[in-house]
Each structure stands twice: as C-alpha cells, then as structure tokens.
C-alpha cells in the first residue's frame, strides 16, 4: 500500500496505513489545519507530521478520537499543537496507558518485531490538554469542523470529527470496515443507538463520506447497516441471556448466525457480563 494523502473532499484527506488499515485524517483551513488521530508511536508519529507538511504549512491542530495506543500514541509527535480529545479519552489513557504499551510491546516481541517494541516503550504518552465534553467546534479559518460525541459505543469516550462543508465526517473506530467492529472495552448494547444518535446529528445532516477508524472509506448506508448488526448483537445477546445461557460460550453459541466472527462475539460476551456485574 503506497502510503499517499487521497483528498475525499476540498482540502480534506485521508491517509490510510499498512499498520492495522488505521486511517488519519487532515483537514485544512484557511490559517489552520487539523491532523485527526496520530497513530501508535513516537516515530509513527513523526512519519505523520511529515507527511501533513507536505500538504500544508499551517499552523496543526489534533484530535484524538479516543483513548486506544494506535489512534494517540504518536502525540508526542504533535506536542507543539493543541490536542483535543473528550474527557474520558484523558482518564482512559491515565487508567490504561502503560498496560496498553506493556501488552502491544509483548506482542511485538512475540511476532519479531524488536525495534518497534523498542520504539514503543521510548515513546512518550502524552495527553490531550484541550478537553470536550459537549459539541465543539474548531475555527480553522475560513472553515468550521465539529467535535461530537453521542454515547458509549467502541469506547466510553468516542469523538467524531464532522466536516459539514465537505460532506466528510471522521468517524473513529465506532465504524469499521474490512474487519469486524472491536468489541474488547466496547458497550455493546449502547454503540448501535449511539451510531444512530450520530447519523440523526444536524451537523452531520447529508453526510455521506465516513471515515473509519480502520478500512476504506465508506457511505452512510454501510454506517446504518453497521448499526444494524450491532443491535442485533445486542438484542440477541439479551435474548441468550433471558433463556438462562450461562457464560460466554453460550452467548457466543446463541449469537452465531449474525455474520460475526466467534472472536468478536466472544469479546462482545465478555463485556455484557462484565457490564451486568
């Protein structure tokens, strides 16, 4: 995969990446622009600046999407720019921070990839000072972009970033595309309402460019399908759980059939018992 800005709107673009499929996003304005997500590490990070600096030479401003290593691990690449991120992006990385880089550093040992996993435990984790609770918007100069959060889905914290006048919205990992939606820390019964929350947002009225956290870029139809499985899985799962299954297995047993991957349907078991509790 080459690895090159493709402009999806004006002056808005997205750079999709070999590592994980992550996508990031750059949006330019008249006297600044606005890199979205920073990927996994300080290097990375680095790549990214340098590659927002051959579109453009204005002043950066960043927003995280959430709290997860590949999306904000490269801030320390961007410490220089404001870093928006929702509050709760800030306390998950606080919670999680060093047992997300002691768990992907073991990874990297376990698959050979020794200079990443050294890469990786010299980057410093740096945390987004600018902090969003409520819809928020960013004057990049000639050019609004908008700050929204509508519930739990992927995180507890997931921030999209709406970019009315190009019809483009960077949606994080509350939509996926090529692989299944990531269920680990996620809220299985709230992420479909939150999607539909998010498609039923003014700001967003007519948009019909999502930007996932990983995969191609896709329409809004594949978002309200995408809602549409998740609530299966969550109304299914309360089914399972209603006819008395016990444990995973038999979640994961009850919801096949759903077009999920066991894995992820063990996942999402995981957390609606550890949300029950």
């Given at each position: 995969?080459?690895?090159?800005?493709?402009?999806?709107?004006?002056?808005?673009?997205?750079?999709?990446?070999?590592?994980?499929?992550?996508?990031?996003?750059?949006?330019?304005?008249?006297?600044?622009?606005?890199?979205?997500?920073?990927?996994?590490?300080?290097?990375?990070?680095?790549?990214?600046?340098?590659?927002?600096?051959?579109?453009?030479?204005?002043?950066?401003?960043?927003v995280n999407t959430h709290a997860h290593y590949d999306h904000c691990f490269g801030n320390s690449a961007f410490r220089d720019s404001q870093i928006y991120a929702h509050t709760g992006c800030v306390e998950d990385l606080m919670r999680t921070?060093?047992?997300?880089?002691?768990?992907?550093?073991?990874?990297?040992?376990?698959?050979?990839?020794?200079?990443?996993?050294?890469?990786?435990?010299?980057?410093?984790?740096?945390?987004?000072?600018?902090?969003?609770?409520?819809?928020?918007?960013?004057d990049l100069g000639g050019r609004d972009v908008q700050l929204l959060h509508r519930g739990r889905g992927h995180t507890d914290h997931d921030l999209v970033v709406g970019v009315p006048d190009a019809g483009v919205v960077f949606a994080g990992?509350?939509?996926?595309?090529?692989?299944?939606?990531?269920?680990?820390?996620?809220?299985?019964?709230?992420?479909?309402?939150?999607?539909?929350?998010?498609?039923?947002?003014?700001?967003?009225?007519?948009?019909?460019?999502?930007?996932?956290?990983?995969?191609?870029?896709?329409?809004?139809?594949?978002?309200?399908?995408?809602?549409?499985?998740?609530?299966?899985?969550?109304?299914?799962?309360?089914?399972?759980?209603?006819?008395?299954?016990?444990?995973?297995?038999?979640?994961?047993?009850?919801?096949?059939?759903?077009?999920?991957?066991?894995?992820?349907?063990?996942?999402?078991?995981?957390?609606?018992?550890?949300?029950?509790?």
């Open positions: 995969m080459e690895l090159t800005w493709q402009e999806i709107g004006p002056g808005v673009h997205v750079r999709r990446h070999e590592e994980l499929n992550l996508n990031c996003g750059l949006v330019v304005g008249e006297e600044r622009a606005l890199v979205v997500d920073t990927r996994s590490y300080h290097q990375h990070g680095m790549e990214l600046l340098a590659a927002a600096r051959e579109v453009t030479d204005r002043e950066l401003v960043v921070g060093e047992l997300q880089r002691e768990q992907i550093v073991a990874h990297m040992r376990r698959t050979d990839r020794e200079e990443i996993a050294r890469d990786i435990e010299a980057t410093e984790i740096v945390l987004p000072f600018y902090l969003v609770e409520e819809d928020t918007g960013i990992d509350l939509v996926e595309e090529g692989a299944d939606p990531h269920m680990e820390d996620a809220f299985p019964h709230e992420w479909g309402p939150t999607l539909r929350e998010l498609l039923a947002a003014d700001a967003l009225d007519g948009v019909d460019v999502w930007v996932p956290g990983h995969g191609q870029v896709v329409d809004r139809a594949f978002v309200e399908e995408q809602a549409v499985v998740i609530e299966r899985l969550a109304e299914r799962m309360g089914e399972v759980l209603d006819d008395g299954a016990l444990g995973v297995e038999g979640l994961v047993s009850g919801c096949r059939g759903l077009g999920l991957a066991d894995q992820t349907l063990r996942d999402a078991a995981v957390r609606v018992l550890e949300l029950r509790t």
